[in-house]
C-alpha cells in the first residue's frame, strides 16, 4: 500500500523519453486509518522526460490511501517509467519498469504491480505474498501454477 502522510508528500512519475503517458490515479483520504473522508481521482497527460507530479499531497491532518495507478504509454517508441514517492524533498524509487509501445503499468491499492500488453493482457506481474516478493513473466505464470498460486 502507497500512502502519503503529510502536507509535503506526493507521488511522481519519471520518464525518460519525450512520448505521450496518459496517468490515472484513484486514491481516498482517511483521518485515521480506515475513517475514510473523501475520494477522488487524478488524471495526468505527460509529453516530456522529466518527473511529473501524479498524485497530491493531503491536506493537513489526513493521510492519502492509492487505491489504484494506471500509466498507459500512448508513444511511439519505448518509454522507462518510473513511480517516485517524494518525501520533503528527498525521492525514493519504487518501481522502474520499461514499457514498449501501448503497454501499461498498473499498481493497486494492496501493491500488486502489472504490466499489461497492447492487448490488456499481463506481462509482468509482482506480488507481496507473505513470504516474500514474486515478479514473473506471462509465461512463467502459465507453466508454474504452482507458485503462481502460493
Known amino acids: 500500500m502507497i500512502t502519503l502522510d503529510d502536507t509535503t508528500t506526493k507521488l511522481q512519475l519519471t520518464t525518460t523519453a519525450a512520448e505521450a503517458v496518459d496517468v490515472s490515479v484513484s486514491f481516498v483520504d482517511e483521518k485515521h486509518e480506515g475513517v475514510r473522508v473523501a475520494s477522488g481521482s487524478q488524471e495526468t497527460a505527460i509529453v516530456t522526460a522529466t518527473t511529473t507530479d501524479i498524485l497530491a499531497a493531503p491536506a493537513a491532518g489526513i493521510r492519502r490511501v492509492l487505491k489504484f495507478l494506471s500509466v ?64 514473473k513473466s506471462a509465461d512463467e505464470n502459465r507453466t508454474n501454477n504452482t507458485l503462481a498460486n502460493d
Open 72 to 135: 498507459r504509454n500512448r508513444g511511439t517508441t519505448s518509454d522507462t517509467v518510473t513511480l517516485v514517492k517524494d518525501v520533503n524533498g528527498t525521492d525514493y524509487h519504487i518501481v522502474p519498469m520499461a514499457l514498449a509501445v501501448g503497454e501499461g503499468l498498473i499498481v493497486t491499492g494492496d501493491g500488486e504491480v502489472r504490466v499489461l500488453t497492447t492487448g490488456g493482457a499481463t506481462k509482468i506481474s509482482q506480488g507481496t505474498p507473505s513470504w516474500g516478493i514474486i515478479i
